[in-house]
């Protein structure tokens, strides 16, 4: 039996660990010496230690957090069971110890306690760790009951890919459907993240700004394992290439965190593929070398005349001097090369050139590759470069794939406003219309909290505005009486009137930034259409802005789209197509006077 946070990393050979309990209380804990006091010592127990007090500790983690709080205080090493310490202690070789709470606890010595400390304590401290026989299966089986580890979460680090969100594995996709917690970087696409349900945590590592350091996302992963939760560390392109994947591997296989690591495509492979500049080419080159482009002359340099095609990552601020050593080493002037920056990502750049034509001052934007070799020539514009790219302002980008490249920039959240709706609220109405899939969304979500369900509509005629509207209706058990021909508040209008129907009372659940076009309508036909406020749309917080260079069309679904992008952007550049859904989104964007003159 050990105490878990002292396990050897290595097990040795033909053993294991074939339990960790769940273990008690995990702080570390302030011990006096009989007789010793210490003023004001219960308002702040290690900054009212004396200066020259000497505090007994073996860890060099604690000698720190104490050394930062109090520099007065004189750390002694202390080495001894729990019970050889305390007796250090009351000979008066001491006049404090620091220790860990289980294992006075353990030993019937809570009351030697004086004070608990906000100090970061080890993963696996206050658990116990049986150690077993890899093949006893009869001890396995007896520890076993007791393994809280079953109780942990799994961590699975994964590639995000390039950039472009479809080009996440399967694997991968479905691993963030299902996960409890993900924690990802700053260069992981916006659109794997923003709907997903779990709790979302952003390490933010980018060159020369982090929001977490590496320990400490490191400490993360086993605290959320621990805690139950199972994770994805998403990690930008593949997690072991240029990733610290491994570093994070090793250390959740330190602390005994069940793990898995899920490969993704590499910036080399997308930059290769989205700018048509092939890495292998029969009769040019039959091998690529990738190498960190951070390193500048110490990257890896090919000896002259070998061949082959390099790819140098996060390259661009090293161009000129990777393409200066590579020519010092005997490359030729002429050979091809590229950097192509933000690979996969509609504001994709590429500079194709020769070696030589790199040695001059140049700027270039990150995250790039940088791409040497006979192979490595540029031919024109690739297929991802002739598509065109959209800037897409509304909730639903999927439906608008087939017009070209779509950079999804949501100007628009949704947010519920109403929380239950009982079936009693809705007894008058003979008819309900819905306008927006976000409309039955949040309508039968307050639905369902008030305690019904679809079955509680049985006795009203349901109207959809369109197909997706529809298609969100069916989702509930709900296949609508009618839909508009025409999928616009007009439409609608025009379906009741064939219809006939009127003196009814209607009810249009709606957002709060809904017009009166379909009310009016409705009551002119001789119906009492009451709107039904339930859900609002929002500004996102931290909208991000961007790089407009490359989009050949903005969508705008709705008028709140229009203006939130006012807000942000300004203006359209004149280049760029405007693309609206209806009518009053149509007004609205010449209303708001977007295009930049």
């Known amino acids: 039996m050990h105490s878990a946070k002292d396990l050897p990393y290595d097990i040795p050979s033909g053993l294991k660990i074939g339990a960790i309990t769940k273990g008690i209380d995990s702080r570390d804990v302030l011990v006096l010496g009989r007789g010793v006091s210490v003023k004001n010592f219960r308002d702040n127990p290690i900054k009212s230690l004396p200066e020259g007090f000497r505090v007994g500790t073996s860890s060099k983690r604690r000698s720190a957090q104490l050394s930062r709080i109090n520099p007065g205080v004189i750390i002694k090493d202390i080495r001894g069971a729990v019970d050889d310490r305390i007796k250090q202690l009351d000979a008066g070789r001491y006049d404090a110890i620091i220790a860990a709470a289980a294992g006075l606890i353990r030993l019937g010595m809570r009351g030697r306690i004086d004070a608990y400390l906000d100090f970061d304590t080890a993963h696996l401290q206050g658990k116990l760790a049986l150690e077993i026989r890899a093949q006893d299966r009869e001890a396995q089986n007896a520890v076993s009951f007791i393994d809280d580890r079953k109780n942990w979460g799994k961590v699975y680090i994964t590639g995000a890919g390039p950039g472009d969100p479809g080009l996440i594995t399967v694997k991968g996709n479905r691993l963030l459907k299902t996960c409890d917690a993900v924690v990802y970087d700053s260069l992981s696409p916006v659109e794997m993240i923003s709907d997903l349900k779990c709790e979302k945590i952003c390490a933010g590592k980018r060159k020369g700004s982090h929001i977490m350091e590496q320990d400490e996302i490191n400490s993360l992963l086993v605290r959320l394992s621990i805690g139950g939760k199972d994770t994805v560390r998403l990690k930008g392109g593949d997690p072991l290439i240029f990733g610290r994947g491994f570093e994070e591997a090793e250390y959740l296989r330190k602390h005994f965190i069940d793990y898995e690591i899920v490969p993704g495509i590499t910036a080399a492979l997308a930059a290769s593929a989205y700018a048509e500049i092939p890495l292998t080419k029969r009769g040019f080159s039959s091998h690529v070398a990738f190498s960190s482009g951070h390193a500048g002359k110490n990257a890896y340099i090919p000896e002259a005349g070998k061949g082959g095609t390099s790819v140098y990552y996060m390259s661009a601020s090293n161009v000129r001097e990777i393409a200066g050593t590579m020519l010092d080493n005997g490359a030729p002037k002429a050979l091809p090369a590229a950097v192509v920056s933000n690979a996969s990502l509609a504001n994709q750049r590429v500079y194709a050139g020769t070696l030589e ?51 999804n920039n949501p100007m628009i ?40 369900d679809a079955r509680g509509l049985h006795d009203k005629k349901i109207f959809s505005i369109g197909s997706v509207t529809t298609g969100e209706l069916i989702n509930h058990g709900i296949r609508p009486d009618a839909q508009a021909a025409f999928e616009t508040a007009e439409g609608l209008v025009e379906e009741f009137k064939r219809r006939k129907i009127k003196g009814q009372d209607i009810l249009l659940p709606c957002s709060a930034l809904s017009y009166d076009t379909l009310r009016n309508g409705l009551n002119a036909a001789g119906n009492r259409a009451e709107p039904f406020v339930i859900y609002k749309n929002v500004l996102p917080a931290g909208a991000e802005k961007k790089d407009l260079s490359n989009i050949d069309a903005v969508i705008f679904t709705a008028p709140s789209c229009v203006r939130n992008f006012r807000k942000i952007y300004g203006a359209i550049p004149e280049r760029a197509e405007i693309i609206t859904t209806g009518r009053i989104t149509k007004e609205a964007a010449e209303n708001e006077k977007i295009r930049q003159s």
């Open 357 to 407: 034509s790199f040695t001059a001052e140049g700027s270039y934007e990150s995250p790039a590759v940088f791409i040497t070799g006979a192979a490595a020539v540029k031919n024109g514009k690739s297929w991802f470069e002739r598509k065109k790219k959209i800037l897409f302002t509304g909730t639903n980008p999927g439906r608008y794939s087939h017009l070209g490249e779509i950079v």
């Open 413 to 452: 959240e949704l947010k519920p406003v109403v929380k239950k709706i009982s079936v009693s609220r809705l007894k008058k109405y003979r008819s309900i219309v819905f306008t927006s899939k976000h409309g039955v969304k949040f309508f039968f979500e307050a639905l369902y909290k008030g305690g019904a």
